[in-house]
């Protein structure tokens, strides 16, 4: 089975904090994506990543960067947190070639900033 | 504009009933996909069912099945025999094959699903 981790399910944090989050996956995908998921927005994707040390913007990444050293694992910077960043991060990945290019998603972090 | 319409916030059914939820997509790429995920309250994001724009039949998953008109751009979730199981927020998404986006999916914003007993 594919598995999708990421280093917290819960995390609070105060405004000006430097911000981590981690996701690693197991199956040896190419891409990975970072998602916000808000009440009534859906999953808006913040970056994502083709390869190692590969990234794009997607349609949020104002106040976040990214970083991907290795293959299996993509993460979410937030320079300096703000409480308009409290939300709920999901990770994914996915295969980059042939196949439906399903993404398998991690459990996901709720973040408080206050 | 957005890629991907979910015009139903909420949704509520009666167990053993069938629902449909509705989903409209927006895409000039003739060659693209169509996911739908389920969301329960817990948290996690579980893949339901896929449809290919070029596919010929409506993909069905067990319960699940894609209503999937193309002249339309409609690709409408059935669930029939809703259990209590159900209930959750369930996401329309969709892949389009051009350009350096591989892979990359645009989600709707969800409709929530409860099923009543």
């Known amino acids: 089975d594919v598995k999708v981790t990421q280093s917290s399910r819960y995390l609070v944090k105060r405004t000006g904090e430097k911000v981590f989050l981690e996701c690693v996956q197991d199956?040896?995908?190419?891409?990975m994506f970072w998602y916000r998921q808000d009440p009534g927005l859906g999953l808006r994707l913040i970056y994502f990543?083709?390869?190692?040390?590969?990234?794009e913007k997607g349609d949020i990444p104002e106040g976040y960067s990214v970083s991907r050293e290795k293959k299996e694992r993509f993460s979410l910077i937030l320079e300096s947190a703000s409480t308009n960043q409290t939300s709920m991060y999901l990770c994914?990945?996915?295969?980059?070639?042939?196949?439906?290019?399903?993404?398998?998603f991690g459990p996901g972090t709720r973040l408080t900033v206050t | 504009a957005q890629k991907i319409t979910q015009t139903q916030p909420g949704m509520f059914v009666q167990e053993k009933e069938a629902v449909t939820l509705d989903c409209t997509y927006d895409?000039?790429?003739?060659?693209?996909?169509l996911f739908w995920y389920k969301q329960p309250s817990s948290g996690e994001m579980i893949f339901l069912i896929y449809?290919?724009?070029?596919?010929?039949q409506n993909a069905t998953e067990g319960r699940y099945s894609l209503n999937f008109q193309k002249a339309r751009k409609s690709a409408n979730l059935v669930i029939s025999a809703s259990q209590l199981g159900d209930s959750a927020m369930y996401f329309c998404?969709?892949?389009?094959?051009?350009?350096?986006?591989?892979?990359?999916?645009?989600f709707g914003r969800g409709t929530q699903l409860t099923v009543w007993p």
């Open positions: 994914a990945s996915s295969f980059s070639r042939g196949g439906t290019y399903e993404q398998y």
């Open positions: 199956m040896d995908h190419e891409n």
């Open positions: 990543s083709y390869d190692v040390k590969m990234k």
């Open positions: 895409t000039s790429d003739p060659s693209y996909g």
């Open positions: 449809q290919g724009s070029y596919d010929q």
């Open positions: 998404a969709m892949r389009e094959m051009r350009g350096s986006t591989l892979g990359r999916l645009y």
